[in-house]
């Protein structure tokens, strides 16, 4: 007998036909369905428009109701947006006329059978081995570490590297919208945050997840993304003794990150005034890991700083201590050359990771730590 799962994965991958090559291919990251006739890849980092079609916007449609079933959800009218998996864990993304206005939209982001792993960060240039070095001490140090970035710029694939780095005999607890990381360690506990059904009951957010699981003795909290309010209960967890906390948040500066965190911070229903949540962040956030995607579609870290807390007047006071210095680029094939510099300071926290037999950068200094 063939299972309920197996049979709606049969029916979903014979609603895609038009596209299954794609979805098959592993060199693609992410197939794009503007509307029925028009069809993207993103291959190596650059989008490139396909052959592939659907017959008809009905056969486009009958593929997303295909893929609402299998998740238990509806996309009609009256619910233009669909965020869901597929059978293999792809992410699909749905938006429905008039809401899209080229027709039925869909974005199916696919992710690596194969974990990303530190040695392929070094492979692809995205990271030096002193700079990953030095963040896989920071993980063991237990520093908090917010990993920044934009749109499709590997913010979770770094996440799952960084998460390697925590010890076995931790418990860590990752908490996401859409299920995407896959960490290697036995004893994690994965959540997932649900959208309310059709009668607009049984939502279960990121905020939820994240008050439920310190109630479950985490040494380790991961958060795939801070999106809204959560954000607060994130700060104030990684103040009240949870050091270690990985999440990411969509920015695309260090200082733009910690703004970025503020303001959801301020989405939370907690009434808190910004000169209250502002200190509280400058204490929780050690380290900030800024990755970017470059036109040549490669990701590299870009950043990598320290918050220092705030200054006299208030403002985040952050200090570089790895940067991304482009050293040249090739006209005809657009690659870009480059390599991440230590910048010769060392993190405050200098002494505690050595005090722990964690090695530093030596490039870093060895006195004047504060």
Do not use: W
């Not at 299972?3 to 990251?29: C, K, T």
């Not at 994965?190 to 009668?199: K, V």
């Not at 008050?211 to 380790?220: G, T």
């Amino acid at each position: 007998m063939i299972a309920a799962g197996e049979l709606f994965q049969r029916a979903i991958e014979g609603f895609l036909q038009p596209i299954d090559h794609l979805l098959g291919d592993a060199s693609v990251s992410e197939v794009m369905v503007n509307g029925h006739e028009r069809i993207y890849v993103e291959r190596a980092g650059k989008l490139i428009k396909t052959d592939a079609r659907f017959g008809s916007e009905r056969a486009l449609m009958a593929a997303v109701k295909s893929v609402a079933q299998y998740v238990g959800r509806v996309v009609d009218a009256d619910h233009p947006i669909l965020d869901a998996r597929l059978p293999d864990g792809s992410r699909v993304a749905v938006m429905l006329p008039p809401a899209s206005r080229v027709g039925i939209s869909v974005s199916i982001r696919r992710f690596p059978k194969e974990r990303l792993s530190a040695a392929r960060l070094l492979e692809y240039g995205a990271i030096s081995s002193a700079a990953l070095e030095f963040l896989r001490a920071c993980v063991l140090g237990k520093r908090n570490i917010v990993v920044g970035g934009g749109t499709g710029t590997g913010k979770t694939s770094l996440l799952n590297v960084l998460s390697a780095f925590v010890p076995e005999d931790e418990r860590i607890l990752v908490l996401e919208d859409s299920s995407e990381l896959n960490l290697g360690q036995e004893h994690t506990l994965y959540m997932e945050a649900r959208p309310p059904d059709a009668h607009g009951r049984g939502a279960v957010t990121i905020r939820d997840l994240l008050r439920a699981s310190l109630r479950m003795r985490p040494d380790r909290i991961v958060v795939g993304e801070c999106r809204g309010g959560e954000a607060l209960d994130l700060v104030q967890a990684m103040i009240s003794g949870h050091g270690g906390s990985l999440a990411t948040v969509h920015a695309t500066y260090p200082t733009d990150t910690l703004r970025r965190l503020e303001t959801l911070c301020l989405m939370s229903d907690i009434e808190m005034p910004l000169s209250a949540i502002r200190p509280q962040l400058a204490s929780a956030v050690n380290v900030i890991v800024q990755v970017s995607r470059f036109n040549d579609g490669t990701r590299k870290i870009t950043h990598i700083a320290e918050c220092l807390g705030l200054d006299g007047a208030g403002q985040y006071e952050v200090a570089m201590l790895y940067q991304y210095r482009q050293t040249g680029h090739d006209a005809a094939s657009g690659q870009v050359f480059g390599r991440l510099e230590c910048l010769g300071r060392a993190p405050s926290f200098a002494e505690d990771l050595r005090a722990r037999g964690l090695a530093l950068d030596p490039a870093m200094p060895m006195v004047g730590d504060g």
